[in-house]
């Protein structure tokens, strides 16, 4: 995990000096942010929605931040609330963060 960061961290630093070196404008720095946000997103489909228990079960794509492969599982969300915007069937876009073992759901939206 270490290594995998550290090649992150040097590649994004060759992307930064790369970019600066071809800056003529600020228009491609722009460009490139709303794509490195939208590769955090994560395809999924809802399979069931525990309100009470704060939980939800995602059939997920691979989410490479995470090293998970595609499967089915059970995430907890962050805030209840997100749960009143998605049910079972839904196919959501949603982001996941890891702590300690148990993933949370950090935010979610119906995918289009
Ligand atoms: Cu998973």
Do not use: C, N
């Amino acid at each position: 995990m270490k290594a995998v960061l550290s090649t992150l961290s040097i590649s994004l630093l060759l992307a930064v000096s790369t970019a600066s070196a071809q800056t003529t404008s600020p228009a491609p720095d722009a460009a490139a942010k709303p794509a490195q946000a939208m590769t955090d997103m994560v395809d999924g489909e809802v399979r069931k929605v525990d309100k009470d228990a704060r939980k939800i079960t995602l059939r997920h794509a691979e989410i490479k931040k995470l090293d998970m492969p595609a499967m089915t599982m059970v995430f907890q969300v962050k805030d209840p609330a997100m749960l009143d915007k998605v049910k079972a069937g839904d196919k959501v876009k949603f982001k996941a963060e890891g702590t300690g073992g148990a993933l949370t759901v950090t935010e979610i939206e119906p995918a289009k």
